[in-house]
């Protein structure tokens, strides 16, 4: 029995912050008012001026497990995760060997339970490998519960093998991520072209080699009747594009942002700092803005991390060798209230919504919710104090963050996931 | 003043490249000399790390080091454990091992030799990264020009050729521009990208660059190793619309400008062979140049101390730089 005293209640449903005790009982919101009697034998917690939020949950992340355990593992992962607030992921399939059959994605989900104190669940491949060719044997993913296809990473690149898949996996109630870039104009190398990519010296990745690929998925969707999940949006006309398609409510498409192409730019590289560097590449302040702006109109169904470890190793070699992504599990929640609710730029009901109820419904989830009845799947926020991500205070097993020893408002004090207390912060 | 590496134009302060270039001025007077070696560097060493093929560059540099008297070693890329897929950072520590004084490298990855300043005690100098920067061209190009303008100031450069792979663009008009020269870039649209800085003219017509009146014409080589894709229809067609044909060399002699080139050239391409034997062309000039420049460079750089830290974009920010940058 645990009681929460005038805790602030953050909801999908409005910017206001509701404050009221909240008593959980073995597992559940049992009630939820003012002046609660104080259970007997139960925990007391005084969460005035503390925020109570639902769990939040990521669609996007790479566990690395199996074949890059020097990167991350399911403890590890799952881990940065509690320690961010987050109490359930999706992993995505680009592991060694890839998560293409049920073989494999019945040994992660194996691991998964054993291993991590929060749901992890799996996409799984659109083509076997990942390589674009033959398609991955799906129906057995889909009995061990994989509802999402993809070959994030890369793009699937021939449109007629990724038509095919929509038309069929899509009568197995199983929707596409698309990972969208025409290689042949992105090229290796993750700077945005420009400006910048001209200062470098490196050849740039233009905008336009993700946006053909977002509104071509799009069609191939529309033309299979299929459900087209598009990751990662990191330009203007990406957004545009989406929120086009969006109005004319003829095909199911959803799409995602990840909290770092809604806080930095190109120019944030600076001196080849390899912790800006993943791909879709960071552009411009007139992208980030218009990213901002789709995430506030509901563009974008869903914030996702796209946490991608890599060991610091690998991330302080230069900036062309060093490999693509950041993580974001440990940073996420804290860097999301810092940048955009604490100076007002969105409300609560926009992080609650697009980090913790929607990516949930998208993968076929109840969203959690604090309200009588519901499961205890909640994280108590402290507004006031701040944390400094230093290289201790990360779960994850690399650190690759632009955030590292940077220190910023807000902070998780408590995650609780039914019946288990996850992290209790001093 | 001294520095410990020098990586780039765009972080050199204006009293720094006026005294650089002094120094080269000092070190040339020597050539004539008939003993041309000084003991400046006596003791030291320098390694030279060669990740692309070279000529003058590296030759320039190995002379330069040598009448310093400084040791000079030459790292074998093609026969070491590099091409047992050694990483560059392994391949770093094992020289810092062997504590090296100065690290000249070059290498195609941009950024690289800030990558390797960040990890050794060694003064490391950037002879070419990918097409980032290639600081001692710059300043040897700037000397060339100072020697025939000795106030450069308002004076006019007009840069031809692969703007977007060339790190000689980048580092020579940073240094130009830092000296009050105007810069121009020419090329086909697909070489002279629409984000070049708005402090360099673009133009994409021959006729309309000149036009501008230009005091010195800057031919870049035609890099066909870099381009994956193609970015003109021919070679014979870059020479007809952006080449100095023999007709348009006709017309620089009249008007009396200079012609400078990086070398190697590619004769037919970016010029035709009567350039080589113009009598304002300062090809040759730019070539001696080079030698004393980096004498310059080589006895300005102090190794030893701390590792540099990489400089954050936050921390950069704080600064208050006044760095330019291209």
Not at chain 1, 13 to 30: A, F, H, R, T, Y
Not at chain 1, 393 to 402: D, H, I, V
Not at chain 2, 190 to 206: C, E, G, M, N, W
Request: proline fraction near 5%; aromatic fraction near 6%; hydrophobic fraction near 40%.
């Amino acid at each position: 029995m645990l009681l929460l005293q005038n805790a602030r209640i953050a909801s999908e449903n409005s910017p206001v912050l509701l404050e009221s005790d909240v008593l959980i009982v073995e597992g559940k919101i049992q009630d939820i008012g003012s002046n609660l009697a104080i259970p007997e034998g139960g925990q007391v917690i005084d969460a005035r001026g503390r925020v109570l939020m639902p769990g939040m949950f990521d669609a996007h992340v790479h566990f690395r497990a199996p074949g890059f355990e020097n990167k991350e593992t399911i403890t590890t992962g799952s881990e940065a995760a509690i320690n961010g607030g987050v109490t359930g992921v999706v992993m995505m399939p680009n592991t060694r060997p890839a998560l293409d059959s049920a073989t494999a994605v019945a040994t992660v989900l194996d691991n998964a339970r054993d291993r991590s104190r929060i749901p992890v669940y799996t996409s799984g491949c659109v083509t076997k490998n990942r390589e674009g060719k033959e398609l991955a044997e799906i129906e057995g993913m889909r009995e061990l519960g994989v509802k999402m296809l993809t070959d994030d990473g890369d793009t699937t690149a021939d449109p007629a093998v990724l038509l095919r898949a929509m038309q069929y996996a899509t009568e197995f109630g199983m929707f596409f991520a698309s990972h969208c870039e025409v290689p042949e104009l992105a090229g290796p190398r993750a700077v945005n072209e420009g400006v910048m990519s001209y200062r470098l010296g490196i050849k740039g990745s233009p905008a336009c080699a993700e946006e053909i690929i977002i509104d071509r998925d799009i069609r191939l969707a529309h033309a299979a009747g299929a459900h087209v999940h598009i990751q990662h949006v990191s330009s203007k006309l990406g957004m545009e594009t989406i929120r086009w398609w969006k109005s004319r409510g003829d095909v199911k498409v959803t799409a995602e942002v990840t909290p770092h192409h809604l806080m930095f730019i190109d120019e944030h590289i600076g001196d080849y700092d390899t912790n800006y560097k993943m791909n879709p590449p960071l552009r411009t302040q007139a992208d980030c803005d218009a990213l901002l702006e789709g995430l506030i109109e509901g563009v974008f169904d869903i914030i996702s991390t796209d946490h991608a470890p890599h060991t610091p190793f690998e991330k302080a070699q230069d900036f062309i060798t060093a490999p693509n992504g950041i993580t974001g599990l440990d940073t996420a929640l804290v860097s999301l209230y810092h940048h955009f609710v604490e100076p007002g730029k969105f409300g609560w009901d926009v992080l609650v919504k697009r980090y913790s109820a929607e990516p949930r419904r998208l993968m076929g989830l109840p969203a959690a919710s604090i309200e009588v009845g519901q499961p205890a799947n909640c994280v108590l926020f402290d507004t006031e104090a701040e944390t400094t991500f230093t290289r201790d205070f990360m779960k994850s097993k690399s650190q690759n963050t632009p955030f590292i020893d940077q220190t910023l408002k807000g902070r998780v004090d408590l995650v609780i996931l039914g019946t288990e207390v996850l992290l209790e912060r001093e | 003043m001294a520095r410990k590496d020098l990586l780039d134009i765009a972080s050199l302060h204006p009293e720094e490249i006026e005294f650089l270039l002094d120094q080269s001025k000092s070190f040339k007077k020597l050539f004539t000399h008939s003993v041309k070696r000084i003991p400046a560097l006596e003791g030291k060493s320098v390694l030279m790390l060669f990740y692309e093929a070279s000529t003058r560059t590296h030759s320039s540099f190995e002379v330069a080091a040598k009448r310093l008297s400084a040791e000079v070693t030459n790292f074998d890329v093609a026969h070491s454990s590099i091409s047992k897929g050694e990483s560059v950072r392994e391949t770093i520590e094992t020289l810092q091992a062997m504590r090296t004084d100065y690290i000249v490298v070059r290498h195609s990855h941009p950024g690289l030799p800030g990558m390797i300043a960040r990890q050794t005690t060694a003064s490391v100098i950037n002879a070419g990264d990918g097409a980032h920067e290639h600081p001692t061209q710059a300043l040897l190009d700037a000397f060339t020009i100072k020697e025939k303008f000795p106030d450069p100031r308002g004076k006019k450069v007009l840069i031809i050729g692969d703007i977007l792979h060339s790190r000689v663009a980048r580092s020579t008009s940073t240094l130009l521009q830092k000296l009050g020269i105007e810069v121009a870039y020419l090329g086909p649209g697909s070489l002279v990208p629409k984000y070049v800085p708005a402090s360099i003219h673009r133009f994409t017509d021959y006729e309309a660059a000149m036009a501008w009146a230009p005091d010195v014409v800057y031919l870049l080589r035609v890099q066909m190793e870099r381009q994956d894709v193609q970015f003109f229809p021919s070679l014979r067609e870059y020479h007809r619309v952006y080449g100095i044909t023999t007709a348009r060399l006709a017309e620089i002699s009249d008007l009396g400008l200079y012609i400078m080139h990086p070398g190697p050239v590619n004769r037919g391409v970016e010029l035709c062979d009567a350039v080589m034997d113009y009598e304002r062309s300062l090809i040759t000039n730019q070539v001696e140049n080079g030698i004393s420049v980096r004498m310059a460079v080589l006895d300005w750089l102090k190794p030893g101390g701390e590792f540099p830290k990489q400089v954050s974009y936050v921390a950069r920010q704080r600064a208050d730089s006044t760095v330019l940058t291209p």
